[in-house]
């Protein structure tokens, strides 16, 4: 399943995010995959697509982050996916 979390930095304070994420990596559970990130340009959220199929590894990797970022989690699927499961009813 596919996760785009909503990140927005506590206190605008990109910096120790970044620093953090430098010393100790994504700190990911295992099962819980990173597909990728944008930035917004005044550094003021970011936004991930994360994949896995038990959304309490996702819960866990929110919980090693939550002290410094606040976090918005919208479950999403492929737009080619939600075509095909519409097709039939159009």
Do not use: H
């Amino acid at each position: 399943m596919l996760f785009m979390v909503i990140e927005t930095f506590k206190n605008q304070d990109g910096k120790a995010v970044y620093r953090r994420f430098r010393d100790k990596g994504r700190q990911m559970p295992d099962g819980l995959a990173f597909v990728g990130s944008w930035v917004q340009a005044d550094m003021g959220r970011c936004f991930q697509l994360m994949e896995c199929d038990d959304v309490t590894l996702l819960q866990r990797w929110v919980a090693q982050w939550s002290d410094l970022i606040g976090f918005e989690v919208v479950p999403v699927v492929a737009g080619k996916d939600t075509s095909a499961a519409l097709a039939p009813l159009l």
